[in-house]
């Protein structure tokens, strides 16, 4: 049974958010900051529980026809393992998850994240400087006029008022859903496949159990909560492994988030497609759709692998109901695609033993938002980014080891991973190459099979991508804990 009421909103639902403010901070006094937490900040966290009856409200007010929505303005928050240390003293937060540990500047180099000339990480002010202890996540609508609704504002206001001195604002940032909403900015429909969880998503697929949507596995509590059975590398995927022990108590109900600001940099991706689409005899449409593994109305490559279906991109109950394994020479999907790089599905299970198992213990609960303006007129023409734009990215889980970096560094990063992949009829090893999306390279990118070999046909295509598409600049590793521990251990 989850115990829903100790979960934060944002972990395994998401908290509901046409706006979202991230404000960084340092905690300047911790008694008084603990006092904060204790008697205000633990009472005002939006639970998995309040997110989730939020969502039946909502669903049972479109049946009824009803279409006007109460605002829903939703507050979370977390600590680096340095945030931790100022709330439990020496020791207390020892035996967390290595990365979580060492930080997201000590691990940048390891993920390839670009350096700036001089070797040192030209992110935003506090974060390659250990200057960040904790973070609030404060989400809420848009409101009639497509502002940010005064009651985002107010709570924003309220819960800085109650910290009052006992902490700093290193840094804010605003997320904020684009006018074509549910598109992220390159244009793709986001937001579509996440993990499923067992006792809390509903199953809409009475033919397979252990699914949620069509295509969505349900998966052990374990893998996004502390205190849960997990995915056992060695079992079935529908078996659950036994909870792991805790190095802290408190870290029951749990979660670990990783934030990476991540520039995109939209005109010139825009005029890479156009540019490489020609070179190639290609749509820079289907250029794009086998660089990401989906069009941008979301429909997958898998069942639109040549045109886009945009009806089957928009339906839940459709555009996630496909695997990888039927399709082992990248006819239809490019083994670099960025959803087959991140979520390679049955491929495992061709290669590996207990490869459908082994996947499940490599998967992140997303729940990032866009951030900055629009293209202008002026950055498409010229092809270049005038404004700062992209994906405030986050996710959940219990190992970023195994999740959050497996995925960014064994798996986008790695050009021979999907690895012993053969030419059809004959025994040429094919390099994959990198995910074009978020691949990241010390030297050059390339990506394997850019033109469809669909439905037969052996023709050798490759796709140099000589500068990223996606720029992080920012990044930390927090703990999300659970109310009881923001009432106790972490604030006694
Ligand atoms: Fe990705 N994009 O617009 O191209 N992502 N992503 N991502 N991503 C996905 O299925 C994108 C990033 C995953 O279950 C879609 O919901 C962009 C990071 C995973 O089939 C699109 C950025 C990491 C999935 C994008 C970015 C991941 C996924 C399809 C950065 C982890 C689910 C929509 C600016 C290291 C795969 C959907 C599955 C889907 C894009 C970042 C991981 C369109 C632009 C950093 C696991």
Redesign the pocket.
């Known amino acids: 049974q989850l115990r829903r009421s100790e979960i934060q909103g944002d972990v395994l639902i998401g908290l509901q958010k046409d706006v979202e403010f991230f404000i960084f901070f340092r905690i300047e006094d911790a008694d008084a900051f603990k006092r904060v937490v204790r008697d205000h900040l633990a009472d005002l966290v939006t639970t998995t529980e309040a997110v989730r009856s939020r969502e039946l409200q909502i669903a049972a007010a479109k049946e009824a026809g009803d279409l006007e929505r109460l605002p829903f303005v939703g507050f979370n928050l977390g600590f680096t393992h340095q945030g931790l240390g100022a709330l439990v003293g020496e020791g207390g937060a020892d035996g967390m998850d290595p990365s979580f540990m060492a930080g997201a500047a000590a691990r940048a180099a390891d993920l390839n994240d670009p350096a700036g000339q001089d070797g040192t990480l030209a992110w935003k002010p506090g974060f390659a400087d250990g200057g960040i202890d904790g973070v609030f996540l404060l989400t809420g609508p848009l409101d009639c006029k497509d502002a940010v609704h005064p009651l985002l504002v107010e709570k924003r206001d309220d819960v800085l008022a109650l910290a009052g001195g006992s902490i700093s604002i290193v840094h804010e940032e605003t997320g904020r859903v684009r006018p074509e909403r549910g598109h992220?900015?390159?244009?793709?429909?986001?937001?579509?496949?996440?993990?499923g969880v067992r006792g809390l998503t509903p199953n809409q697929n009475p033919a397979d159990g252990d699914q949620g949507a069509p295509g969505q596995d349900l998966l052990w509590p374990g893998e996004f909560v502390f205190g849960y059975p997990v995915q056992d590398p060695e079992k079935p995927f529908t078996e659950p492994g036994d909870p792991p022990g805790l190095p802290q108590a408190w870290m029951r109900d749990g979660s670990y988030m990783?934030f990476?600001r991540?520039?995109?940099l939209v005109p010139e991706f825009d005029a890479f497609l156009d540019e490489r689409g020609e070179a190639l005899g290609l749509d820079p449409a289907l250029l794009g759709a086998r660089?990401?593994?989906?069009w941008k109305s979301?429909a997958?490559v898998m069942i639109a692998p040549l045109q886009d279906e945009p009806a089957i991109g928009g339906a839940p109950l459709l555009n996630?109901d496909f695997e990888f394994g039927s399709d082992p020479h990248q006819r239809r999907c490019p083994y670099a695609a960025?959803?087959?790089k991140?979520?390679p599905?049955d491929d495992l299970a061709r290669l590996i033993p207990n490869g459908e198992g082994v996947v499940q213990t490599h998967?992140?609960m997303?729940a990032?938002i866009p951030f900055g303006p629009e293209v202008t007129e002026a950055e498409a023409e010229s092809g270049t980014s005038a404004a700062e734009r992209?994906?405030l990215?986050v996710?959940y889980q219990t190992s970023i080891v195994e999740q959050?970096?497996f995925?960014?560094k064994d798996?986008?990063n790695a050009p021979g991973f999907l690895f012993d992949q053969t030419r059809p009829g004959s025994d040429e090893a094919v390099e994959p190459g990198h995910d074009p999306?978020?691949g990241q390279a010390s030297g050059a990118r390339e990506m394997d099979e850019p033109v469809p070999n669909y439905p037969f046909g052996s023709r050798r295509s490759t796709l140099a991508m000589p500068n990223p598409?996606?720029v992080p600049d920012a990044a930390a590793y927090f703990f999300m804990p659970s109310i009881f521990a923001l009432r106790t251990a972490l604030s006694e």
Do not use: A
Request: with cysteine; charged share 25%; hydrophobic share 40%.
């Open positions: 992220e900015h390159f244009g793709f429909r986001d937001g579509i496949s996440n993990p990783v990476r991540l520039k995109q660089m990401v593994g989906r979301g997958p996630n960025h959803i087959r991140t979520y599905r998967r992140i997303r990032g992209g994906l990215f996710c959050f970096e995925i960014q798996w986008s999306i978020i598409f996606v």
